[in-house]
């Protein structure tokens, strides 16, 4: 083997990353699928009630990532709190199971929400430790294609368990703990972290001097994250769209099926590409599909154009959100790069709250389609601010 042929390979830590990813996506999407008519239809809780439930589940997750990424830099090692965050997952999925009230589930939600916000950062700065500069585009992108795998093979595993088990909504959460314990196994037996000097952590990484380590270029990527994330609002207003344009509530899923597909066949080979040209192009050229997006479902009339315009979003989440994690990698200190991630990951969710809400707004009050006129907008915007960039610099 060459010495080239043996550069161009992903190391297997990268691969392994994957699969854990993948593994604990089809079990929360196992739950998750089915979640909201568990909790109404089962439990009697109010929609309200459930929003309610995913909003607090969400910002326990955004506050975790911050602490996670910035503990993992202290200490030195990730893998550890990378094993907590999955052991949390994992072990939360025997509550949905055995729960007989909203109670019990509002602590699973939280628990495996939090899990989901320590385990993030210290994966993703793994990754990147492990990953040889010149192919992190590549392996963020060979990540998230496997952990998209997970999230359309979940849905559709539990639609295939409900089917055959006349719908046993307890039946299907107990399958759903075995593929998240797989995951903790996996990531245990599979990743071995080499320790790093102790040299390297020379401050606390929560404090200001550690901060200003940091640099521009840094939180300009952080700036284009929450930029980018403003425009590409909730997928939930893609399945509430297709209710709008005829297709049968029992067949809905299919449509983020369908989206995730694109998303896990796309997301691998544009990070190769984005090992190989300039980030921020590439970044503007996922705008302009995003765009493409927004249009083909605002005017969407039926089920074949709506899936064309959701086919579209799959492919603009495959070319950018792995070339994001790159990009922090690439502008992040070593040592930095856990508390580099949380707070990338912290603005990135905060702004996805505020893009959602306002989506929600204007779909209320304007209607559907100004909805996706408006995010069309918006990434026009950006992909401006993009280009006058490029240029100044």
Known sequence: ????????????????LGFVSMLMDISSEMIHSLLPMFLVGTLGVSVLAVGVIEGVAESAALVSKVFSGALSDYLGRRKGLA????????????VFAIASGAGAVVAARFVDRVGKGIRGAPRDA??????????????????????TVGAFVGPLLATALMI????????????????????VVLLMAGIREAPRASSARLVSPIRRAALARLSRAYWRVVAIGAVFTLARFSEAFLVLRAQQVGIAASWVPLVMVAMNIVYAATSYPFGRLADTMSHQKLLAIGLAVLVASDLVIAVAGDWRVLLAGVALWGMHMGMTQGLLAAMVADNAPDDLRGTA??????????AMLASSVIAGLLWDNMGSAFTFYAGAAFAMVTIVGLVAFRRRR
């Open 1 to 16: 083997m060459t010495p080239l042929h043996r550069r161009s390979r992903l190391p297997a830590g990268v691969w392994v």
């Open 83 to 94: 094993v907590l965050g999955y052991a949390m997952g994992a072990f939360t999925k025997p």
């Open 126 to 147: 793994l990754v990147a430790d492990i990953a040889p500069p010149g192919l992190r585009g590549a392996a963020f992108g060979l990540r998230q294609s496997l952990d």
């Open 164 to 183: 055959a088990w006349a719908g046993d909504f307890r039946a299907v959460f107990w399958v759903a703990v075995i593929p998240g314990v797989l995951a």
């Open 341 to 350: 991630y949380g707070l990338f990951n912290l603005l990135s969710g905060v």
